[in-house]
């Protein structure tokens, strides 16, 4: 049997938590990356399931812990190697003048260099491993512009292009790609609602989606992203929305 390993950020809650439980489920170890902790998938799955406490916003404490051989360690005896870039932030949101410097930076690490960085180290620590795959969870935000999203919406295309360039130039059994999921119903989405007309012109719409029932549950959104990553059209495209792929 193959055994598949995989690594997600941002797996404490909403759908990174629901894409770790349906790794989990299916017996697929999982090593978790977050500033904090997921003890209800710890208990659930305490010989399947690692985790580790790290602020990916920080660049520096990443690129030390990159560093290190646990990668390699926790990839021995894989067959497939999976990362998940879930872990992301939406503020800073509102008119760029009103942007603060630090916000902008910890988001621009969070949303394009930690994924970039993870990428670069799991397969650099998985090169011995035939079938190894990346998937980044993107966002339509990336796809057309939105505003008061500048930064949001520019770091997740910046996602979808890394993944357009990367996939010209991977190594034989690497597969990647930047999927959107739609509208989750997530903790993102509550702080969407709870902004204001002034910074998020399109608010109506959103606070729309969540009382018509329009958005999706994290559980199925994560089913549905686990049945593409690990099937064999995974990565025909490198870039994808989840609601147009037949799994």
Known sequence: ?????????????????????????????????????????AARFPDTFQQVSLDLTNTVALNVWLSSDILQRFFTDSQSVLLVNNAGMLQPVGPIETHDFSTIAAAINLNVAAPMMLASAVLAASQNVKDRRVMHISSGAGRSATAGWGIYGATKAALDHYARIAATDLSPGVRIASVA????????????????????????????????????SPDECARRLTAYLLSDQFGETAVADIRQIVV
Do not use: W, Y
Not at 185 to 203: A, G, H, N, W, Y
Not at 205 to 213: C, L, T, V
């Open 1 to 41: 049997m193959q055994t598949i390993k995989a690594v997600v950020t941002g797996h404490t809650k909403g759908l990174g938590a629901a894409i770790a439980e349906n790794l989990l489920a299916k017996n697929i170890p999982v090593l978790g990356l977050s500033r904090a902790s997921n003890a209800a998938l």
């Open 181 to 216: 999921p739609g509208i989750v119903d997530t903790d993102m989405q509550s702080e969407i609602r709870s902004s204001s007309v002034e910074k998020f012109p399109s608010l109506e719409k959103f606070q729309a989606f969540k009382r018509d029932g329009a958005l999706s």
